[in-house]
C-alpha cells in the first residue's frame, strides 16, 4: 500500500503542459506522415497523368501514317484541316515522328 504522505500531486499545469506536448509531438508526426502519404500521392497521380497522356499521344500517333502526314502537310500548315481529330493526329504524329517534323518544319 502506498502511504499518502509520499504520494504527492503533480504540480498545477504540470500535467496540461505534458499533454500538451505530447499532443504537439503527435500532430507533428502525423502532420509529416500526412505530407509524405501527400507527396507520394502526388507523385503516384502525376505520373499516371503523365503517362496517360504520352500513352495516348504515343497512341494518337500511331493512328495515321507518315504518308498521310506528309500527304497533309500543306493543308496542316495552311491551317486548313477541317476535323479536330485529324489535326491532332497530326499533332501527336509530329510530336513523336522526327523525319515528318522535319518536313513540316522545312
Ligand atoms: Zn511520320
Redesign the pocket.
Known amino acids: 500500500m502506498s502511504d499518502p504522505e509520499t504520494w504527492s500531486p503533480c504540480p498545477s499545469g504540470e500535467l496540461s503542459k505534458l499533454q500538451k506536448s505530447l499532443e504537439h509531438d503527435i500532430n507533428r508526426r502525423s502532420r509529416r506522415r500526412f505530407l509524405a502519404a501527400g507527396g507520394v500521392f502526388f507523385l503516384a497521380t502525376g505520373s499516371l497523368v503523365t503517362w496517360g497522356i504520352l500513352e495516348s499521344n504515343s497512341r494518337y ?1 500511331h493512328k495515321i ?2 504518308r498521310e ?2 500527304d497533309l502537310r500543306s493543308t496542316y500548315l495552311a491551317g486548313r484541316i477541317e476535323s479536330d481529330e485529324k489535326r491532332k493526329l497530326i499533332q501527336a ?2 510530336a ?2 522526327p ?3 522535319i ?1 513540316y518544319e522545312a
Do not use: E, M, P, W
Request: aromatic residues 0%.
Open positions: 500517333a501514317s507518315c502526314v506528309l504524329h509530329l513523336h515522328c523525319k515528318c517534323r518536313a
